[in-house]
């Protein structure tokens, strides 16, 4: 049921063949298969080589010659250069503020999370079925259709145009808690509960010292997956912060995009750098942390 | 959470187990509580919230000088949207991006995850890792790429076009929803693909062995035995990627700022944040109510075509 328990088969790439199989009609299958994957590959990397490109080019440079290289005066410091002083450096703030919403709104919503699956896969009491259940359902939910009534309701409280107003909503995570608790359920073994009760330990020590340990590589995967969804999201912080101070990254840039045709419009080269800057702590993230991506999506598929 | 009701001892025998259940119960809700409280708050309230609104009208008297009143008014809100020709539209386009765009988005995703878990493939791990790239990046910044990568004047997809002599421009009228459906399919076939592959890999090798032995050929294996086993991958990606298709807002928004011709209510999130825009709450809370519905009766309209069909095999 979950990912430590999945057999998983070597895929590093070396097959062994086995000798007794006639080897050239599936060479041919061979070259057909490769054919379709670097097709594959490159209809997924173009567009992220073509920001690459684009970010060593002047703003006059991105309208003329070959989009997908480079030519033209070599501009790339330049451009990181202007990147940061635009609007008197505005984009270090949103960098930090994308730090800051997504490393505090997942951390405190893996822990919550944590402590709700534990206690979902734990404890037998009436209704933890519906309860579990109301939290596959909210699973389904479309996220945008929160973000409306969520500002019509922060509005009074003076929530509008605060950090509250968009980690308060980030730190509730259904998918995280189904995902602790089918990890919960499934490796930590309630002898081991029982052990620490008959020590003496309270409820929350033997969640803090042996639960909370066991669950460990799920916690990352949850922290994970939260954190990404906050750092990508964009309709939450856009709609609750008019205050360009307090914005994400991401609506920052967004932002930049769309004064095209304004007076005095951010240029082009300048909007293609911040995205390109933009997204290297997450491609950073996810390539030093693949096991986990994985882990994730394997017990989100296996039901 | 409301909905972890109190145990109560009735019908428990008295005694230490019983005062032992009501005293795990009671952890069990404190552990519950913080994210109980947040989830009230944060998902039940809003969603009440809006039904709530949807049934209400606002009313201004006279010249419009006092304060204008609530008034309740039934399915006023939702009689007006369903005839309001511009959402009829919206939910009717993202309908159609949905038909076309997800089949074709979990089929190209279901190929790649059963080549990538065929045992001859070279690369595997560049290959999946170049798949799933594009869901390491925001879903805004994606879009971002892409809407200058279609733009009229900017677009190198454009200017090779007519290097060969085509003319094409992209964000034209026609091309619009083809357009939004590909950022789509870029955006998360690498997501569906690694759902998928999860599954195929937990499939025992000793299955495809066996049926290697027995004369099989791969596609066979892959036909036969290894998409039958990975069914319930496949309902789970089709149930989300409905649930994203019926969101679809990023994508055409992003869009927007290089293709003014994409009009304001082109897709239902899109009127509803229109309304929003316009000071219109009780209506954009319909529109959501109607959207989060057609979501709702689609997806689970999905899970029990499956179910049914899984039954009778």
Known sequence: MTATETPVRPDNGTTTTPPDRPRTPLALSRWLVLGVMVLAAVYFLFPVWWLLVASTKTSSGLFSGNGFWFGGHFAFFGN??????????????????????????????TLISALAGYALAKYPFRGREFAFNVVLAAVLVPQPLLAIPLYLMFSPVHLVNTYWGVLLPSVVSPFGVYLARIYAGASVPDELLEAGRIDGAGETRIFATIALRVMSPALVTIFLFQFVSIWTNYLLPVLMLADDRLQPVTVGIVGWQSQRGIGNAVPFNVVVTAALISVIPLVVLFLTLQRFWRSGLISGSVK | ?????????????????????????????????????????????????????????????????????????????YRAALDDSG??????????????????????????????????????????????????????????????????????????????????????????????????TWGWTGYNMLIIYSALQAIPPELSEAATMDGCSAFGIAWRIKIPLVRPALVLTTVFSIIGTAQLYNEPAILHNVAPNLSSD????????????????????????????????????????????????
């Open chain 1, 80 to 109: 990181v250069r202007a990147v940061f002083a635009q609007q008197g450096g505005i984009f270090w703030r949103w960098l930090l503020n994308s730090a800051l919403y997504a490393v505090g709104g997942a951390a405190a919503g």
């Open chain 2, 1 to 77: 959470m409301t909905t972890a009701a109190p145990p109560t001892t009735a019908g428990a025998p008295p005694g230490r187990t019983s005062r032992h259940s009501r005293r795990r119960a009671r952890t069990a809700l404190t552990f519950l509580a913080p994210f109980g409280i947040l989830f009230a708050a944060m998902y039940l309230a809003p969603i009440g919230y809006t039904v709530y609104q949807s049934l209400f009208q606002e009313h201004r008297s006279g010249l419009g000088l006092s304060a204008p009143t609530k008034v309740f008014a039934g399915l006023a809100n």
């Open chain 2, 87 to 184: 959402f009829r539209g919206s939910l009717l386009r993202v309908l159609l991006i949905g038909v076309v765009q997800v089949p074709v988005m979990l089929a190209l995703s279901l190929t790649l995850a059963l080549l990538l878990d065929a045992r001859r493939t070279l690369f595997k791990r560049f290959f999946r890792l170049a798949f799933f790239l594009p869901y390491a990046l925001p879903g805004v910044i994606g879009a971002l790429m892409w809407s200058f990568l279609v733009a009229p004047g900017l677009s190198p997809i454009t200017a090779a076009a007519h290097h060969v002599g085509l003319h094409l421009d992209l964000t034209s009228n026609s091309l619009l929803a083809p357009t939004i459906g590909n950022m789509l």
């Open chain 2, 266 to 313: 082109y897709t239902p999130i899109f009127a509803a944040y229109d309304a929003v825009d316009a000071g219109n709450f009780d209506y954009a809370a319909t529109e959501s109510v109607i959207l989060a519905l057609l979501a709702f009766v689609l997806s689970f309209g999905f899970l029990r075509l499956v179910q049914r069909r899984g039954a009778a095999l």
